[in-house]
Nanobody, 116 residues
Framework: QVQLVESGGGLVQTGGSLRLSCAAS????????MGWYRQAPGKQRELVAD???????NYADSVKGRFTIARDNAKNTVYLQMSSLKPEDTGVYYC??????????WGQGTQVTVSS
């Protein structure tokens, strides 16, 4: 099993920045990919960014150039640096860890609110 704990959400004005963190514990040696999804009110959960253990990254088009995902394998932590935030970035951000066998584990979510 894997436990994921997110932190760093909050309220920020348009154009501001936030950094999310997600610390993993448990069967961490089986984690390959880690990343972030978000869910806005009334919308489906969507991928924001993810990163493999080898640090290959992938971003949603809507966040490219504004968000940066990074991973510290020694600390079993993944980060999401968010800059130039827009109101449409508002939502609950969920961290996930994907094991080598393909199963996924999720964090509890952290709220990000961008005011206009």
């Amino acid at each position: 099993q894997v436990q994921l704990v997110e932190s760093g959400g909050g309220l920020v004005q348009t154009g501001g920045s936030l950094r999310l963190s997600c610390a993993a514990s448990g069967s961490i040696f089986s984690i390959n990919r880690m990343g972030w999804y978000r869910q806005a009110p009334g919308k489906q959960r969507e991928l924001v960014a993810d990163i493999t253990r080898g640090e290959i990254t992938n971003y949603a088009d809507s966040v490219k150039g504004r968000f940066t995902i990074a991973r510290d394998n020694a600390k079993n932590t993944v980060y999401l640096q968010m800059s130039s935030l827009k109101p449409e970035d508002t939502g609950v951000y969920y961290c996930y860890g994907e094991l080598i066998g393909g199963s996924r584990w999720w964090g509890q979510g952290t709220q990000v609110t961008v005011s206009s």
